[in-house]
């Protein structure tokens, strides 16, 4: 059962006026935000010119625990192109949607709830939508891997393109991963700190900043038992996976994908091998773009 279930509220709930519309007071400030990025990662984006008029999935990799240092600069690189003309919105945990502050700035950056409902909506009122379908299977991956593309074998944004009938269009962001170093990814972890089962995570991790707040912790003049106790509420603690090194951050979009490039059944072969196929396709490309990033 989902955290969503388990609290006494659905996702399908969750009623949204103008997905992918920024508020104005989002444009306003997105100019500060500009200023800390580019100061803190510099980021560029190649490729915006191959975004296709109407209804798609851009479809990226995710990196750096939270993924904060990628989505501020994605957002903030779209908005200088674009500001407020070509609306795009972001999936985002349910769950956020639900708790304060993000209950009331997801809404105003134009996200939406991460579930076929809203992405059908989305999509059918023409507005395009950004999908990190590696969720925290990859933005929590050990830092090593941080060049390896992995959606973990998801393919829910598959069904949701093929629907729809919209292209996929693939973007590799390179350099995430090094503003938020992770060392341990672990679905037991999730359970055994509460608190991010609580917030309907299904796994978590272990970043360097979490390793870190623990030596501190450690260092301090506590008893035992409360330096356990506090190590555990820090690394449980989403600012435990904040992004906090200034690594220079590459986006790159590729080209669409048309649906019917991605799901011809009629060599007859199953669903599942279909959408198998369509998913190497994809990271393939993801991953080309990660590469020469």
């Known amino acids: 059962m989902s955290a969503a279930r388990r609290a006494g509220w659905s996702a399908e709930e969750i009623r ?26 510099r980021p560029t984006i190649e490729g915006l010119e191959r975004l296709p008029r109407g209804p798609f999935l851009l479809v990226a990799n995710h990196s750096g625990g939270l993924g904060i240092a990628e989505i501020l600069s994605f957002a903030a690189l779209y908005l200088e192109a ?24 997801l809404p105003a950056m134009g996200a939406i709830p991460s579930t076929y409902t809203h992405a059908r909506q989305t999509l059918a009122q023409g507005v395009p939508l950004l999908v990190f379908p590696g969720g925290d299977h990859e933005t929590l991956r050990p830092v090593w891997q941080h060049a390896r593309v992995d959606f973990g074998g998801r393919t829910g944004f598959l069904r949701i393109a093929r629907e729809a009938g919209v292209p996929i269009v693939p973007m590799g962001i390179r350099g995430g991963a090094l503003t938020a170093p992770m060392l341990v990814r672990s679905r ?4 055994l700190l509460v ?99």
């Open 188 to 191: 037991r972890l999730a359970r």
């Open 16 to 41: 949204l006026e103008e997905p992918g519309r920024v508020r104005a007071s989002v444009v306003r400030a997105s100019r500060a935000v500009r200023a800390i990025v580019r100061l803190a990662h």
């Open 195 to 293: 608190l991010p089962h609580l917030i309907g995570q299904k796994r978590w991790g272990v970043s360097l900043l979490g390793v870190l707040g623990v030596a501190g912790i450690a260092a301090l003049p506590l008893p035992l038992t409360a330096k356990v106790l506090a190590s555990a509420v820090w690394v449980g603690s989403p600012l435990s996976l904040l992004a906090w090194i200034p690594w220079t951050l590459r986006f790159r979009v590729g080209e669409p994908i048309a649906p019917e490039a991605l799901f011809s059944s009629s060599d007859g072969r199953s669903d599942d091998d279909v959408l198998g196929g369509a998913l190497a396709k994809v990271e393939g490309a993801v991953q080309a773009l990660v590469s020469a990033a």
């Open 82 to 105: 674009f500001g407020d003309t070509r609306p795009l919105a972001g999936f985002a945990h349910p769950m956020s949607f639900r708790l304060w502050p993000t209950s009331s700035l």
